[in-house]
C-alpha cells in the first residue's frame, strides 16, 4: 500500500471512528436525558403536591361514597393547583359544580384517586392546563344533560384549555 493509500485508509478510519463515537453518545445521552426528565417530573410532582395542596384552600362536602367532593377554592391561593388524595383525612375523588370557576388558574394537577369531575368545575378558566394521572376512561365527567350539552368543546368548563392524560 502507497503512503497515500494509507492516510486515506487512516483518515477515513478516524472519520467513521468519530461517526460511531458520536452516535452512540448521543443515544446514550438521549436515554440519559429521557431517565433525568422523569426524575425531575416526580420531583416536580412532589414539590407541587407539598406546595399547593393547603387543605384551607379548598372548600368540600362528604359525598354518597363517604369521600371528599371539591366544591370550592379559596381565590387567595395559589394559581397552579394540586387536588390532593386526602382531605380532612377522607380521600378526594370528586370535583363539584362551580369548585374552581373564574379563580384564573394556570393548571390543575390530579391523581387518579379523583373519579367524577362536574362538567362545570373550571369554567372562567380559559386557557389552563390539566395534568390528571389517570387515563381517560377513569374520570366521569358528571352534569345534567343540559349542562353536558353546554359545556361541549371545554374541558369541564375552561375552554381553549389542554389536558394531559396519564402523564
Same mark, same amino acid.
Given at each position: ?8 485508509? $487512516? ?26 426528565n422523569?426524575?425531575?417530573? &416526580? ?8 406546595l399547593?395542596? +393547603? ?18 377554592? +379559596? ?9 390532593? %388524595? ?7 375523588? $370528586? ?20 373519579? &367524577?369531575?362536574?362538567?362545570? $368545575? ?11 394521572? $389517570?387515563?381517560? %376512561? %377513569? ?7 343540559? %349542562?353536558?350539552?353546554?359545556s ?16
Amino acid at each position: 500500500m502507497n503512503k497515500k493509500g494509507f492516510i486515506t485508509s $487512516a483518515l477515513l478510519y478516524g472519520i467513521l471512528a468519530l461517526f460511531l463515537v458520536l452516535v452512540l453518545g448521543t443515544v446514550s445521552i438521549l436515554a440519559n436525558r429521557k431517565l433525568a426528565n422523569d426524575k425531575i417530573k &416526580e420531583s416536580a410532582l412532589n414539590d407541587v403536591q407539598n406546595l399547593s395542596n +393547603d387543605p384551607a384552600c379548598f372548600q368540600t362536602q362528604t359525598n354518597s361514597r363517604g369521600n371528599i367532593t371539591i366544591t370550592g377554592y +379559596d381565590s387567595t391561593c395559589d394559581k397552579t393547583v394540586f387536588i390532593p %388524595e386526602n382531605l380532612n383525612g377522607r380521600m378526594v375523588d $370528586a370535583i363539584g359544580p362551580g369548585a374552581f370557576n373564574n379563580q384564573k388558574l394556570v393548571n390543575i394537577t390530579m391523581k387518579s384517586n379523583v373519579k &367524577e369531575v362536574h362538567v362545570t $368545575a373550571f369554567t372562567g378558566n380559559d386557557g389552563m392546563v390539566f395534568y390528571v394521572k $389517570a387515563r381517560n %376512561e %377513569e374520570v366521569v365527567g358528571t352534569g345534567t344533560q343540559e %349542562e353536558v350539552n353546554n359545556s361541549v368543546g371545554t374541558i369541564w368548563g375552561a375552554k381553549d384549555a389542554t389536558i394531559h392524560w396519564d402523564y
